[in-house]
C-alpha cells in the first residue's frame, strides 16, 4: 500500500500518438489535511474513494489506499467535496517496462500537464522519453489536493 510515484512537467502533446488509453476524469477532495487526503474520484464510468498518507521527505512515496465505489456514490460524494473540483483527461503511454499516466486538465488549472510514473522502488531507473520535461516529484503545489485549492491559474499567473 506504499506508492512509489515521480512527477514531472510535461513539455509537448507528441505522447498523444503514443497513448493506448485516453480516460476523463472527475475528482473532489473530502479531506485537505497534510497529514493524510481522501478523494473521491469517478475514472470514466467508476466511482474510486481514495486516501493518501503524507509524503516522504523526498516526496517519492507514501501510504494510498484505495477502493472502487459505485459510480452514484461517488457523484453524490463530489457533491460534498471541498472546493474545487479537478477536471482532467488522463493519457496512458506505455514507455518499455513502465506506464506513464499523463494528465491534461481543464478549468482553474488548465494549462497545466503532468506525467506521473509508478515505480516498485524509489531507486528504479526508467526510460525518460522526450516529452517528458522538469521534474517535479515533491514539489507539493503539483499535487491535485493543492490544485483543488490553488488552481494552476492563481500561482501561475494565467
Keep these: 500500500m506504499i506508492e512509489i510515484e515521480r512527477k514531472f512537467l510535461v513539455n509537448s502533446n507528441a505522447f498523444k500518438t503514443e497513448a493506448l488509453k485516453k480516460t476523463r476524469i472527475i475528482q473532489g477532495f473530502l479531506n485537505t489535511d497534510k497529514s493524510r487526503t481522501v478523494r473521491v474520484r469517478l475514472k470514466g464510468d467508476k466511482g474510486f474513494l481514495t486516501i493518501k ?17 459505485d459510480k452514484i456514490d461517488a457523484e453524490a460524494l463530489l457533491k460534498l467535496c471541498e472546493p474545487t473540483i479537478i477536471d482532467k483527461e488522463r493519457y496512458e503511454v506505455k514507455v518499455k517496462n513502465h506506464t506513464f499516466e499523463i494528465d491534461i486538465f481543464f478549468g ?27 521534474e517535479v516529484t515533491g514539489q507539493i503545489q503539483y499535487y491535485n489536493s493543492q490544485l483543488s485549492k490553488k488552481p494552476f491559474k492563481i500561482w501561475h499567473g494565467i
Design 53 to 69: 498518507g503524507m509524503s516522504s521527505k523526498n516526496g517519492l512515496s507514501r501510504f494510498e489506499w484505495e477502493k472502487e465505489i
Design 108 to 134: 482553474d488549472n488548465e494549462g497545466l500537464t503532468i506525467a506521473e510514473i509508478e515505480l516498485e522502488s524509489e531507486n528504479e531507473t526508467f526510460e525518460k522519453p522526450s516529452w517528458l520535461g522538469e
